[in-house]
């Protein structure tokens, strides 16, 4: 049972456009959401994250929007570099049970 | 990442037998967190320990996977009579700080492979 479902394993994109990271998650029972980035052989780097009482949340370059009635999130990250190209995989909390649950990761590539 | 470092990098061991892991948190948080870390599956939650805790609670039914706290700043996953299906990476991961108790910085992980 996926609680929380990247549906698109890898997306390309140009160098500076926008790129576009989509997460589903089907527990409404989440108040808190975060999404990471990973290269190979390192743990997850924290980039952003957003509560379930808000619907955007802006920093620098990436921003995170929450659709609380369709239980959907996305990761906008503009303009694009290529060093942004990495594994992306959203997480889903439920505050005060200490249980993250990540999707399956969606691995970017930036294109000069 | 973020002060949060994880030993070995790399370990295999024999099904059946007990193995640790290590987790060295150097700003010594409170809570520390344990994900097993599947390809093509996500992460899922293990434990957590605390550092008021020196046991901690389990999130697996089957009771092999507990966390210990023998310092502050160290947590170890120990995981009984190990199983081919525990092969994956371990990652050990920490609160941001900045208010909240979610875990936020995670270690590189150790790969743990049981033959």
């Known amino acids: 049972d996926q609680q929380v479902k990247q549906n698109s394993p890898s997306l390309s994109v140009q160098e500076g456009r926008i790129s576009i990271l989509n997460c589903d998650y089907t527990?409404?029972?989440?108040?808190?959401f975060l999404w990471y980035k990973k290269y190979p052989a390192e743990g997850p780097t924290f980039l952003i994250s957003?509560?379930?009482?808000?619907d955007k949340n802006e920093d620098g370059r990436f921003t995170v929007f929450l659709n609380k009635s369709a239980k959907h999130l996305s990761l906008h990250i503009v303009p694009s570099q290529p060093g942004d190209s990495a594994v992306y995989f959203c997480?889903?909390?439920?505050?005060?049970?200490?249980?993250?649950?990540f999707g399956q990761g969606t691995r970017l590539t930036i294109n000069p | 990442g973020a002060g949060v470092s994880q030993s070995p990098r790399y370990k295999v061991a024999k099904r059946g037998r007990d193995v640790a892991l290590r987790c060295d948190s150097i700003?010594?948080?409170?809570?520390l967190y344990w994900y097993r870390q599947t390809l093509g599956q996500g992460s899922e939650v293990l434990t957590y320990?605390?550092?008021?805790?020196?046991?901690?609670k389990s999130g697996r039914p089957s009771g092999r996977f507990s966390a210990e706290r023998p310092e502050r700043s160290v947590s170890t996953l120990k995981i009984q009579r190990t199983e081919q299906g525990d092969s994956a990476v371990y990652l050990c991961?920490?609160?941001?700080?900045?208010?909240?108790?979610?875990?936020?910085?995670f270690g590189d992980g150790t790969r743990l492979s049981i033959l």
């Open positions: 997480a889903a909390l439920i505050q005060g049970a200490q249980k993250l649950v």
């Open positions: 527990n409404s029972m989440f108040d808190y």
């Open positions: 957003i509560s379930s009482i808000k």
């Open positions: 700003s010594g948080h409170v809570t």
């Open positions: 320990s605390q550092s008021d805790a020196q046991r901690d």
């Open positions: 991961a920490s609160p941001c700080g900045c208010g909240g108790n979610q875990p936020q910085h």
